[in-house]
């Protein structure tokens, strides 16, 4: 069993849509992490999340954000698209007090025309 | 600058050699070092993490620190063809958030 799933793997859409991306963990950790990946192989966080805190990359855009509808999810909402927007979206876990051990998703591939 | 410097290569070695995987850094707080390992379209994997200046070796990678200088290796002995990947140093510094700051990546291919 994969620990880290996300759905769908790939999405391409236009300019201006709202789109989400899913993330479901399956190991009970308590923290759940939202990462974009350019074209450069750049990973950037853009979100932690756990039950009781919500951290915030400043950089990110407001039309990004994390929805946890339980413990076990994660989802990456997306308003406006924009072209820039276009990269692979990784959803990772960890554990409160361990953030150096993260697992990471396998990756949502996003193009945006 | 950057926080987390990292060559982005490709290195390409032949099958047995020993790679030599590095990134600078510029913050000193940080307090977590991590190497990922990331293959084509696929999610990164976490190799080793150490929290201290010196090496740390499981099978044949040493994850090696240096905090005096910023600067921390990852040695791979015996190179196979199945290393060939993109490596990520990755640092975190748990008074910001605890979140990982990433380095962008060395493409390493390793040649049969």
């Known amino acids: 069993d994969t620990a880290v799933s996300q759905t769908p793997k790939y999405l391409v859409t236009q300019m201006g849509n709202d789109k989400s991306i899913k993330c479901e963990q399956n190991?009970?950790?308590?923290?759940m992490y939202w990462y974009k990946q350019d074209s450069k192989k750049f990973l950037k966080i853009m979100f932690s999340?756990?039950?009781?805190?919500?951290?915030i990359n400043e950089t990110v855009p407001n039309r990004f954000s994390p929805k946890s509808p339980d413990k076990a999810h994660l989802n990456l909402h997306i308003n406006s698209l924009e072209l820039g927007d276009s990269a692979v979206y990784f959803c990772?876990?960890?554990?409160?007090?361990?953030?150096?051990?993260?697992?990471f998703g396998p990756g949502t591939r996003l193009l945006v025309l | 600058q950057k926080e987390v410097e990292q060559d982005p290569g490709p290195l390409s070695v032949p099958e047995g050699a020993i790679v030599s995987l590095n990134c600078t850094y510029s913050?000193?707080?940080?307090?977590?070092f991590m190497w990922y390992r990331q293959y084509s379209r696929k999610g990164p994997e976490l190799l080793m993490y150490?929290?201290?200046?010196g090496n740390k070796e499981d099978g044949r990678f040493t994850a090696q620190v240096d905090k005096s200088s910023k600067y921390i290796s990852l040695f791979i002995r015996d190179s196979q063809p199945s290393d060939s990947a993109t490596y990520l140093c990755?640092?975190?510094?748990?008074?910001?958030?605890?979140?990982?700051?990433f380095g962008g990546g060395t493409r390493l291919m390793v040649k049969p």
């Open positions: 150490t929290y201290s200046s």
């Open positions: 990772a876990i960890g554990r409160r007090g361990r953030q150096e051990t993260q697992y």
């Open positions: 913050n000193s707080a940080f307090q977590y």
């Open positions: 999340y756990n039950n009781k805190e919500l951290i």
């Open positions: 990755a640092i975190l510094n748990n008074n910001a958030g605890n979140m990982l700051t």
């Open positions: 190991l009970g950790h308590d923290t």
